[in-house]
């Protein structure tokens, strides 16, 4: 009987137990708007000054950007059509110079409801895969930049992190 509940008392905390280091391992990135929380330990590597885009690296060599900007401070932005509206000129705007600069790019997936769009170019390197979106009247710029990962990593990666951070 006493093995019974011990069993029992296990089943219960071992996953309160197990929860709470999980969200308990967070890097804080400090954006040019709000924080953002990454799951997991990173390194910061640098931080882009004109983009707000802050570069991190983890133990695996796994390297993500992310950025948080005001939506107002984009020319492109307009008030009067939806976020996603806005997200998909954000794409567009960041692809068409990519592509001017002659860089193969390709949208991946856009979810309406959730209010993004995952997309990537190959700096002749790599795929940078970046997911696009709002939150609240901020733009957020997630990217992966690495070949330790596969492209549905990366989405599920990104998808993740947004919706962490939404």
Do not use: H
């Amino acid at each position: 009987m006493k093995r019974i509940k011990l069993i029992f008392t296990l089943l219960f905390l071992l996953p309160s137990i197990v929860y709470c280091q999980e969200i308990t391992n967070y890097t804080k990135v400090k954006t040019n708007t709000l924080e953002v929380k990454i799951p997991g330990n990173w390194e910061q590597l640098n931080k882009m000054d004109d983009s707000g885009q802050t570069y991190l690296k983890n133990k695996d060599g796994i390297i993500i950007a992310v950025a948080q900007n005001p939506k107002k401070a984009y020319s492109f932005f307009k008030s009067n059509v939806s976020d996603f509206e806005n997200v998909k000129q954000f794409y567009i705007w960041d692809s068409d110079y990519y592509k001017e600069n002659k860089f193969t790019t390709e949208k991946i997936k856009e979810n309406q409801e959730l209010e993004y769009i995952i997309w990537k170019f190959n700096d002749k390197k790599l795929d940078n895969v970046f997911l696009f979106g709002s939150t609240k009247s901020n733009f957020i710029n997630l990217l992966v930049y690495t070949d330790k990962w596969s492209e549905v990593e990366k989405i599920i990666f990104l998808e993740n992190l947004f919706k962490l951070n939404k």
